[in-house]
């Protein structure tokens, strides 16, 4: 157990010193060398098979939910705050594409070309860095120690924590957006757990991960900066930083975990 943990700590350690001193996209590539760590240390020091990480096939339906319940949820995020009126629409001028020299977005096709380049990048990031460090190695480690709804809240914990960096240097220190910000990285952390732990594999995750923060960060804006849905208290409706994202995931994790328990019944041996 030890070596999770200390490994663990390095990997929060590189990431806060690389919001501290600036590091900027060099601090990335130190998040990306640590999450390439987790070869060895499941090879050599715990003398486990690299699928028991998830790198294993997965059936379609498993696939298909890492692509719809990101959709979904945020689908309903934005219907709740366009209905109640917490934000506005801006036009497509207000997103500025930085694969084309930050110049702004003019059409749908423009928007939807920006949106999956974005997700291709960001899907090879989240499978190197998050996804194969919290679900792959940790979530695993800590099922094996303490059993899987344990494991489930402990590593759901850890992501949660993981986020503070990015809420007190990127966002700034707000005792409610903070608190609000790392409760609602927790509750994503137990949704993309209950999916890891249905399938056993990284790729239904990582595409929820992944397209999770490419609709996220263009639609509601990443930290402090704005995205097609403009709003002016962010700790209602964003996603991640606002109550109505923690009533939607509460919402979601209720009917995931209602589904595995129903799966468990029909499956145990009488």
Same mark, same amino acid.
């Given at each position: 157990m030890y070596t999770p943990i200390i490994y663990l700590l390095i990997c929060i350690l590189i990431s806060c010193f690389s919001f501290i001193f600036g590091l900027g996209s060099y601090g990335q590539v130190l998040v990306l060398i640590?999450? #390439?760590?987790v070869f060895p240390l499941q090879k050599f020091v715990h003398k486990d098979t690299l699928q028991n990480l998830g790198f294993r096939?997965? =059936?379609?339906?498993? +696939? #298909?939910?890492?692509?719809?319940?990101? &959709?979904i949820i945020l689908g309903l995020i934005t219907l709740i705050n366009i209905l109640i009126g917490l934000v506005k629409i801006q036009s497509l001028g207000e997103i500025r594409n930085p694969f084309n020299g930050g110049a702004p977005i003019s059409t749908l096709i423009d928007f939807s070309l920006f949106?999956? @380049?974005?997700?291709? $990048? #960001?899907? &090879?990031? %989240?499978? &190197?860095? %998050? %996804? *194969?460090l919290f679900r792959g190695y940790l979530l695993? =480690?800590?099922? *094996? +120690?303490?059993?899987e709804m344990k494991? $489930?809240? $402990? !590593? !759901? @914990?850890v992501f949660g924590l993981w986020h503070l960096p990015i809420s007190i240097w990127l966002i700034g220190f707000d005792s409610g957006r903070t608190f609000i910000y790392i409760f609602n990285m927790f509750l994503l952390g137990i949704v993309l757990a209950l999916l890891f732990q249905e399938s056993k594999s990284l790729i239904p995750v990582v595409i929820f991960h992944a397209l999770w923060n490419t609709l996220e960060y263009n639609f509601f804006g990443f930290a402090n900066?704005?995205? #097609?849905?403009?709003?002016?208290?962010? @700790? @209602?409706?964003?996603?991640e930083e606002g109550l109505i994202g923690t009533f939607t995931l509460l919402l979601f994790i209720?009917? *995931?975990?209602? =589904?595995?328990? &129903?799966?468990?019944? +029909?499956?145990?041996? +009488?």
């Open positions: 640590m999450g #390439l760590v096939k997965c =059936k379609f339906k498993n +696939i #298909l939910k890492g692509f719809l319940l990101p &959709i949106l999956f @380049i974005n997700f291709a $990048i #960001l899907f &090879i990031l %989240e499978f &190197i860095t %998050e %996804e *194969l695993n =480690k800590l099922t *094996l +120690i303490y059993g494991g $489930i809240f $402990i !590593s !759901s @914990i900066q704005t995205g #097609l849905l403009m709003g002016t208290n962010r @700790i @209602i409706f964003d996603p209720g009917f *995931l975990y209602k =589904k595995t328990l &129903i799966k468990k019944v +029909i499956t145990q041996p +009488i």
